[in-house]
């Protein structure tokens, strides 16, 4: 699995780009994207992703290539294909069956999308079930998770295989069973969120202080275990079943009493107002974003990461 | 304020005993709870909460008291009382008009509760106005956030002498303007526990495979950055604004699919079926809760803390 062809140079497509070259590193990458100054867009900006990787070095020794063509980035030797294009189904309809047609019979082709599904973007495929998602979280080179969705078609081999590479390099992929819309952790972010303007709308906090409980509470506690380890724990003896007990009705209160932001909108005929006073308040709170806030968050990001591996490796 | 006097020797109790000992050092405490048994009950238990201090030392020094009685408890140099008892309204209503005739005047009056508001407890009170939600993420002695509501009677000046007490020993209080069911922190959680919930009932994934998604991803980045913060960085130099006209509608999407239990088991005469699946397969990915479980999350819970914020005050 060294031979990459990663397609599509923007944010995602660079970050995993360094992914690969870091935590892989006899890997051979090639990036493939129509833009006319792509060579110098990576020599501008990959650096930023690469602690402590020469790009230069990488280009000159040829780890690393840039292909204008389609044509000159996939060769029977490619062992992956990973796509990072335009979220838009017809693009990726389009490019599938042209890579297909490249490829060798062995090569592994993953989509980074972080919503068009496989069973969507493979429908002119000659083999649909080739196509498998690998959605990660931003930026990919930090964060550890890829959500692995195959569509319907998919064979568990090649399932098999993708968790195999993400796990070889010591990242965490997580298998979905069902295709479905916005796969599971932007619809656990999202319903989170919903529930966070709705709070905000009705004056019981702002943006900020929606923030610092967050950051100060279930942030911390979920890097380390996630929310049903946690309430297992929280119930003590008797786990999560003793915690569900003891507290079903203070959930169900509260799942009674949670906001419906979107859909009362479109019943109330409100066109999405919900996002106007959290847009304000979160330019008030935080102003524009800096290049200086990347900076802090990914390099907390990593110690962070390290300390949980760390704490949780230790034997006490 | 440093005489505080705890009401309720429980996890919580013990817990907050141990947050104003460590980090409050001149303060004196004194624990009342009418269990016969009280001083062994802490002599046994808050050793495993006090990293470095020792109980037999405090007992014996007087700055740790046990009161047997609510009237030994509270004296008229008391300068907070704080309330951990039963989560039971009644319970609650009796006590502080008890508290109210023991305490002078300026004494701070707070409770710990994670759901009766204030307004209800207060109600057979002379002054209403005194009484004050400071609800704890657990354990209290390790997680900086405390979420302070008060009544719509409970003055600004009380509101703000606790936050100061909790800002000054490098907690983070964040004052809700509106009481509300469940408060904000465990509403938020319950949110995302119920399209979970939902995930798992559709078969999309698993209990384990929710945990590590949430755990290497969302939890790392909420421990840094709140969800508000977190998009207006997402959305780049346009903020939060730009990120939600570029995801609005894939989050309505995901809103529109999200599952709605509690409600739908309710219509459907379920009876709270939602949890039996969840619970099943909580105990097949963890077994029973074991001690150790919370040694690691209390150890490493603390080195999370301490790396964010030496990461977030290095300037680079």
């Known amino acids: 699995m060294s031979n990459i062809t990663l397609i599509g140079a923007g944010t995602i497509g660079l970050s995993f780009c360094a992914l690969h070259l870091t935590h892989h590193p006899t890997s051979k990458i090639i990036i493939h994207d129509p833009r006319p100054d792509l060579a110098a867009h990576i020599r501008a900006l990959l ?22 063509t389609l044509e000159e980035a996939i060769t029977p030797e490619t062992d992956i294909v990973q796509e990072q294009g335009p979220e838009n189904p017809a693009f990726k309809t389009a490019l599938w069956p042209r890579v297909e047609a490249l490829a060798s019979d062995a090569c ?28 990660p979280f931003n ?15 998919t064979s568990e081999t090649l399932v098999q ?39 905000v709308r009705e004056g019981v906090t702002d943006v900020k202080g929606i923030d610092e409980i ?28 003793a915690f569900v007990a003891n507290l079903e009705g203070t959930i169900q209160n509260c799942w009674d009493d949670a906001g419906t932001l979107g859909m009362q909108d479109e019943m109330l005929g409100g066109g999405g107002k919900w996002k106007d006073e959290v847009v304000r308040q979160t330019m008030e709170a935080y102003g524009e974003v800096k290049e200086q806030n990347f900076v802090v968050r990914d390099r907390v990001s990593r110690d962070v990461i390290k300390t949980i591996r ?5 034997t006490d």
């Not at 993953?110 to 969507?120: D, H, R």
Request: charged share 20%; with cysteine.
């Open 139 to 153: 930026p990919p080179h930090i964060m550890p998770l890829i959500e692995v969705v195959p569509s319907p078609l």
């Open 310 to 314: 760390e704490g949780k490796a230790k």
């Open 214 to 241: 967050v950051e100060n509470s279930l942030g911390i506690r979920w890097s380390i275990k996630g929310p049903f380890a946690s309430y297992h724990d929280g119930g003590g003896k008797g786990g999560l079943g």
């Open 161 to 199: 295989k993708a968790v195999d590479y993400f796990e070889g390099i010591q990242y965490k992929p997580v298998v979905l069973r069902k295709e479905c819309k916005g796969f599971v952790l932007n619809r656990l972010a999202f319903a989170l969120l919903r529930e966070a303007c709705h709070l």
């Open 47 to 68: 650096p930023g992703y690469l602690l402590t990787l020469s790009v230069d070095a990488l280009l000159a020794s040829g780890q690393l290539r840039t292909a204008p």
């Open 108 to 135: 592994l082709l993953w989509t980074s999308t972080s919503g068009i599904p496989a069973s969507v973007q493979s429908v002119d495929m000659k083999d649909p079930g080739r196509l498998c998602v690998v959605h």
